[in-house]
């Protein structure tokens, strides 16, 4: 379960170019739940992921994941908790080490790093066939640098990275903002199937209303750094791109002037 | 050059791999342009030096010079980790401090240790083969050994750690890499390795000398550019490797630019040909790649 409480983050606080990022944001995620999160650019959502992730300490509030409160504990304290998909897909790997190293590592997320060798026999036909779930034949190029894959292949592989040891919340972020769309939608797909079959509790963070209404649980809007709208099923399910629109209308009073919210 | 010139110049080569592996560790493991290896260098040579002179087995006091050489990584890190400070100008604050901590270790700029033994003696009693070509022999399996540990640490979940912390950070902290923890015990492997080389310095040359850091670096990392341009290739082990070739390439070629009579030059020529040749081999594979930048 994740819980966020009062969670308020101010960006050079004094200065003339403070932001105020969120403002007081109370949002409770139960275990199991695939929760997608949308809002227009500088509405917060970033840095909401950010907050969880560790990568920005909050000003206020509190940060609870599995029970844990992690508000300031940093990255790499929190890793064994919180595991995690970045939107560039250069970013969630080495690209100069092997498929199956970056894969080793991630498998020991959360451990005690030792000095055992990292892909022994059993290890490596493990994580071999893992990488086979994927479909995409990077079984038998397991020793192939990173690097040599495409965008799509790395963030499939990133995927399997962030499901190979256990983790209280699953972050994406944008994971397939950077994709063509035949590699998105394949991308997609397999992030419903990994977090079905993990029962993993998940935060998505997207651009797309479509993707944020199609895939998940339940909607959560973020604007000027607060919840806009909070949705999950019945009423969820009956929500088109358009009543998500004239919503934000409604509750604004003010017009969408972020084409790339209202797209795809 | 003479037979006795070339096997000195691979013994010299040899002593210089441990600070060529040392250099790969730090610049290209850890991507962490560190400079410290110019005091541990001499560091580890004083050290050698004051211990077999004061009646220690030399193999006690080879590892207490790659001590030594650990902590002054482990400052490096710490201005760096700790403080925040540049890595290379963190690493430049210990090499300073290191020219005056030298001179207290030995308590004077330069220590000759003449007849003592060394790690090398034993083996050199017997005529046959002659001492020069000896040397380089109980040098090449000392080197050897230091491969091997050093593939075969990069290789477990802690080496792949610290891969991961010098390719992408950021990826490693997500991964629950104490990033910061992999800069100290980089830094400490790296340093201790070079100190190791500064030991054998010492007992090959039989003195220790303040002055024998400088350019450390420099002769570091042309060993691993020599070694990346002749084996290229990502595998850790033929990267190691090559550091070692590189290392004895590069005294071999330094050897035969000076005892080259038509060049016309001296041993006080050497840093000029020194830096030559890193220029020209950091030059090389630029060219080949079709000028492009790295």
């Known amino acids: ?264 | 050059m003479t037979s006795f010139a070339l096997w000195g110049a691979i013994e010299t080569g040899l002593v210089f791999a441990f600070v060529g592996i040392g250099v790969y560790l730090a610049f290209r493991i850890l991507d962490f342009p560190d400079l410290t290896v110019d005091g541990s260098f001499p560091l580890g040579g004083a050290v050698t030096a004051v211990l077999i002179l004061g009646g220690w087995n030399p193999w006690a006091a080879m590892a207490a010079a790659a001590v030594a050489g650990a902590l002054a990584g482990l400052v490096t890190a710490a201005l760096n980790v700790w403080f925040r400070i540049l890595h290379i100008l963190a690493s430049i604050l210990t090499m300073t401090a290191l020219y005056s901590i030298n001179i207290r270790v030995m308590d004077r700029p330069n220590m000759p240790i003449m007849n003592a033994e060394t790690v090398l003696t034993p083996f050199l009693h017997g005529t046959t083969p002659p001492a020069y070509i000896m040397r380089p022999i109980v040098l090449a399996v000392l080197v050897a050994i230091a491969v091997a540990l050093v593939v075969l640490f990069l290789a477990t979940d802690t080496g792949l750690a610290m891969r991961a912390t010098g390719a992408n950070k950021r990826m490693a902290r997500a991964q629950g890499v104490r990033t910061g923890g992999m800069v100290f015990l980089g830094l400490a492997l790296s340093n201790a390795l070079v100190a190791v080389g500064g030991s054998l310095f010492t007992q090959t040359s039989r003195f220790a000398d303040v002055t024998a850091g400088v350019g450390t670096i420099v002769v570091g990392l042309a060993a691993v550019i020599i070694g990346e341009t002749l084996l290229p290739g990502r595998r850790i082990l033929v990267a190691v490797i090559g550091c070692v070739i590189g290392s004895v390439i590069y005294r071999v070629a330094v050897q035969f630019a000076l005892s080259a009579d038509f060049l016309g030059l001296q041993a006080s020529d050497l840093r000029l040909v020194i830096a030559v040749l890193v220029a020209v081999a950091l030059i090389l594979p630029r060219l080949r790649r079709g000028g492009s930048s790295t």
């Open chain 1, 1 to 264: 379960m994740i819980a966020v409480e009062q969670l308020g983050v101010v960006f050079g606080r004094g200065t003339p170019l403070e932001k105020r990022a969120l403002a007081g944001v109370d949002l409770t995620i139960p275990t199991g739940t695939f929760v997608t999160v949308i809002g227009s650019n500088g509405a917060g959502k970033s840095t909401l992921l950010g907050a969880l992730a560790g990568d920005v300490i909050p000003t206020e509030g509190r940060v609870v994941v599995g029970g844990v409160d992690v508000t300031r504990r940093p990255t790499a304290r929190r890793a064994r908790l919180v595991a995690r998909v970045f939107q560039d897909p250069l970013a969630g790997s080495c690209a100069d080490l092997s498929i199956a190293e970056n894969l080793a590592l991630a498998d020991a997320r959360g451990h005690v790093r030792g000095l055992r060798l990292a892909l022994p026999r059993r290890r490596r036909e493990r994580l071999r066939e893992r990488i086979a779930g994927l479909g995409l034949g990077l079984e038998k190029r397991l020793d192939d640098r990173m690097g040599l894959l495409s965008g799509g292949q790395r963030q499939s592989v990133a995927l399997v990275m962030a499901t190979l040891a256990k983790s209280e919340v699953l972050l994406l972020d944008e994971h397939t903002a950077a994709l063509d769309p035949g590699m998105a939608e394949f991308v997609m797909g397999l992030t419903q199937k990994l977090v079905a079959e993990e029962k993993l509790t998940t935060l998505m963070v997207t651009h797309s209303m479509r993707q944020a209404l199609d895939y998940g649980d339940r909607t959560i809007m973020l604007h000027e750094g607060r919840i806009l709208l909070d949705v999950e099923g019945g009423s969820r399910h009956d929500l088109s791109v358009e009543d998500l629109v004239a919503m934000f209308r409604k509750t604004r009073g003010q017009t969408i002037d972020d084409d790339a919210l209202l797209m795809g």
